[in-house]
């Protein structure tokens, strides 16, 4: 349907037809930072779940799991989930992504908050951040969480 022909539904959120394609062809899982990181983390070894529920119960994945180390990995999206550098309110249709964004954030710190108390490290980082650095602070703390682990059992 051509965009003059377009007609928003009843109850949409989006603003005009450019917007809606714009915002469907967003992914929530497998972006580019996600793809990258992976594959550095693979590359050492690592082998992981990717778009998991840590916690069955807690229906919220986290991009890429550690099961037994018990390491929930969030790569977050600057514009999604705030980011304090590089977030920039919307100008069309500001009241509904700024609440967005901010349902988005305490949703974070809860998922956060419930991992930590069912014994969970997690580890959020902006998808600006640089891949390598990011891949080498997951192993690190997967391999402390592993270690942890071993000692605990042979004690």
């Given at each position: 349907?051509?965009?003059?022909?377009?007609?928003?539904?009843?109850?949409?959120?989006?603003?005009?037809?450019?917007?809606?394609?714009?915002m469907q062809a967003i992914r929530s899982?497998?972006?580019?930072?996600?793809?990258?990181?992976?594959?550095?983390?693979?590359?050492?070894?690592?082998?992981?779940?990717?778009?998991?529920?840590?916690?069955?119960?807690?229906?919220?994945?986290?991009?890429?799991?550690?099961?037994?180390?018990?390491?929930?990995?969030?790569?977050?999206?600057?514009?999604?989930?705030?980011?304090?550098?590089?977030?920039?309110?919307?100008?069309?249709?500001?009241?509904?992504?700024?609440?967005?964004?901010?349902?988005?954030?305490?949703?974070?710190?809860?998922?956060?908050?419930?991992?930590?108390?069912?014994?969970?490290?997690?580890?959020?980082?902006?998808?600006?951040?640089?891949?390598?650095?990011?891949?080498?602070?997951?192993?690190?703390?997967?391999?402390?969480?592993?270690?942890?682990?071993?000692?605990?059992?042979?004690?």
């Amino acid at each position: 349907m051509p965009d003059a022909e377009w007609v928003r539904p009843l109850g949409s959120w989006a603003s005009s037809a450019a917007r809606r394609r714009n915002m469907q062809a967003i992914r929530s899982r497998d972006t580019k930072p996600e793809q990258l990181i992976r594959r550095l983390l693979h590359a050492q070894g690592l082998r992981y779940r990717v778009a998991a529920r840590p916690l069955p119960d807690l229906r919220r994945t986290a991009d890429v799991v550690f099961r037994p180390a018990k390491v929930a990995v969030f790569i977050d999206g600057c514009y999604w989930h705030g980011c304090p550098e590089h977030y920039v309110p919307p100008k069309t249709n500001a009241g509904y992504w700024s609440d967005k964004v901010a349902r988005n954030m305490a949703r974070d710190r809860d998922t956060d908050q419930r991992l930590a108390e069912a014994g969970w490290t997690v580890l959020r980082f902006w998808e600006h951040e640089p891949s390598e650095e990011v891949a080498t602070q997951i192993a690190a703390e997967v391999e402390k969480r592993r270690a942890l682990a071993q000692r605990k059992g042979t004690a």
